[in-house]
């Protein structure tokens, strides 16, 4: 099995997986270009040269979403990271998909319309592309985040996982985005989201993927 890795990314969540799962794997690691895009390198493993990428017996996995759903399926034999309960299956289904599909794109837009004023964007427009960026997360990007900030803290309060009373996949999904919204626009109060996260980098296993992938590190 081969991961290939791009630091301080989605593909964390992967690395994750599989030391909860104990499996053996080889590392591939990518470094972010300036313009913190994934090297051209990473397109010759897969076409959207993006990562993660898994391989394993012959198959090529893109999607942080579905690999995780492959090495559950594949190798959590004991069902360790996936509920059985009606409405945690439910809910471990709904995170999955709201991960990327909801939270991801309104991160990437905070990091997009935040960084107008500097490279690569060309010198000339960065004063104009700083006032578009702040007047676009103003009056609209902002507040949308906020409500998914009330909605996962609001989630988090009545569960301590994100699908019941056990970790599982949905949290290994959901790590990426809550990190980089706690660090992208979060107030103070959100107790039991940042009791999650604790919880989260309390365990041993994101403690050997940070030791092996590298830090995640995420910020404007």
């Not at 492959?70 to 959590?76: F, I, S």
Request: with cysteine; net charge negative.
């Amino acid at each position: 099995m081969k991961l290939h890795h791009l630091t301080n990314s989605r593909s964390h969540r992967i690395l994750w997986m599989l030391e909860e799962l104990g499996l053996p794997y080889e590392l591939v690691r990518y470094q972010r270009e300036s313009t913190l895009l994934a090297p051209d390198a990473l397109k010759r493993v897969h076409p959207l040269g993006s990562s993660p990428v898994l391989e394993d017996n012959g198959l090529v996995l893109a999607e942080s979403g579905a690999i995780l759903e492959y090495l559950q399926e594949t190798y959590d034999v004991q069902n360790q990271f996936k509920p059985s309960a009606a409405q945690s299956r439910a809910d471990y289904r709904f995170w999955l998909h709201y991960a990327e599909s909801s939270l991801m794109p309104l991160m990437v837009m905070k990091t997009v319309f935040g960084n107008l004023d500097r490279p690569p964007v060309p010198e000339t427009f960065r004063t104009i592309g700083a006032m578009f960026g702040e007047a676009v997360q103003k009056t609209w990007l902002n507040r949308r985040i906020d409500i998914h900030v009330n909605f996962i803290e609001k989630h988090l309060e009545a569960h301590e996982w994100f699908a019941g009373d056990a970790i599982s996949c949905a949290d290994f999904q959901m790590s990426f985005p809550v990190i980089a919204m706690l660090a992208r626009r979060a107030p103070e109060d959100l107790s039991h989201t940042r009791r999650w996260i604790s919880a989260v980098e309390s365990r041993a296993a994101w403690q050997k993927a940070i030791e092996v992938g590298g830090p995640l590190t995420l910020s404007t």
